[in-house]
Nanobody, 125 residues
Framework: QVQLVESGGGLAQPGGSLSLSCVAS????????IAWFRQAPGKQREGVSCLSRSDGLTSYADSVKGRFTISRDDAKNTWYLHMNSLKPEDTAKYYC??????????????????WGQGTQVTVSS
């Protein structure tokens, strides 16, 4: 059974850090581009970061550049989102996603066909 499971969400103070993990099961991550998206209440789902499998290029939303870092560990079938200097506007449910297109580099949700259930990140003092 193909499954993506996020973890690591929670409550953080402004300026703090959190790291999210996404563990994939039921398929081999070797040929997949991976990404993180988020959705705040009343807002559309937005792309946060993407890591292309074929060349290792990354893409970040302007709102998180310099603060968030995406990485992957194929041996563990896991990818990560390290979030620093968190702001209240980072509050959202975060989703990991994967696409069976190793050359893909996209922050468009329609390009990804595998999704996790999401993990809540709340940034508040």
């Amino acid at each position: 059974q193909v499954q993506l499971v996020e973890s690591g969400g929670g409550l953080a103070q402004p300026g703090g850090s959190l790291s999210l993990s996404c563990v994939a099961s039921g398929f081999n991550l070797d040929y997949y581009t991976i990404a993180w998206f988020r959705q705040a209440p009343g807002k559309q789902r937005e792309g946060v970061s993407c890591l292309s499998r074929s060349d290792g290029l990354t893409s970040y939303a302007d709102s998180v550049k310099g603060r968030f870092t995406i990485s992957r560990d194929d041996a563990k079938n896991t990818w990560y989102l390290h979030m620093n200097s968190l702001k209240p506007e980072d509050t959202a449910k975060y989703y990991c996603a994967a696409a069976n297109h190793p050359e893909l580099l996209s922050l468009n949700a329609i390009d990804f066909h595998l999704w996790g259930q999401g993990t809540q990140v709340t940034v508040s003092s």
